[in-house]
T-cell receptor, first 109, second 115 residues
């Protein structure tokens, strides 16, 4: 099967920056997704990377290095509403999507 | 994404009951998915339908039975479940399964408790 690793929990202060790392080992690669999931709610799409480099969307940025099997999601100017679980998902060579277990981010005042 | 709705939002059932979960997407997508989400575990893909045809059955026990009458509706029929089946069941849809940039959009899920 596929192997996708991300930290279980992270805590940061309001206004700070947090970086959530994701490493993966898959049979082939056809893109990496980040989703945000608030407790009791649906996962919502944040970003998609298929080429190496940084994709920026407002306060959120996502980076990919295919050679290292590595991605990170960068959350800047943290707000209380950013407290959520962040899911890394990788599409493999057969175009199947596999998810990591998620990183729970807690933002403190 | 309010484009994907699921009912009921919460369900408690005994091991001998039969119930069904319903998912509806209003996004004009062609693919629909059922996932199981247990605490602290990755989302587990259960079933995939593309253009109403089942394209994936991820070794799911037969006590879970999917049905896709059209591209907008997806059901998960449940019978003789076990307590370990208690989890959040998420439905998702996407434009076309198998394309690289194809993005899945999720419903809010059904929180299932099996007693």
């Amino acid at each position: 099967g596929q192997n996708i690793d991300q930290p279980t929990e992270m805590t940061a202060t309001e206004g700070a920056i947090v970086q959530i790392n994701c490493t993966y080992q898959t049979s082939g690669f056809n893109g990496l997704f980040w989703y945000q999931q608030h407790a009791g709610e649906a996962p919502t799409f944040l970003s998609y990377n298929v080429l190496d480099g940084l994709e920026e969307k407002g306060r959120f940025s996502s980076f990919l290095s295919r050679s290292k099997g590595y991605s990170y999601l960068l959350l800047k100017e943290l707000q209380m509403k950013d407290s959520a679980s962040y899911l890394c998902a990788v599409r493999d060579g057969d175009y199947k999507l596999s998810f990591g277990a998620g990183t729970t981010v807690t933002v403190r005042a | 994404e309010t484009g994907v709705t699921q009912t009921p939002r919460h369900l408690v059932m005994g091991m001998t009951n039969k119930k069904s979960l319903k998912c509806e997407q209003h996004l004009g997508h062609n693919a629909m998915y059922w996932y199981k989400q247990s605490a602290k575990k990755p989302l587990e893909l259960m079933f995939v339908y593309n253009f109403k045809e089942q394209t994936e059955n991820n070794s799911v026990p037969s006590r879970f039975s999917p049905e896709c009458p059209n591209s907008s509706h997806l059901f998960l029929h449940l019978h003789t479940l076990q307590p370990e089946d208690s989890a959040l069941y998420l439905c998702a849809s996407s434009q076309d399964e198998g394309k690289g940039a194809d993005t899945q959009y999720f419903g809010p899920g059904t929180r299932l408790t099996v007693l």
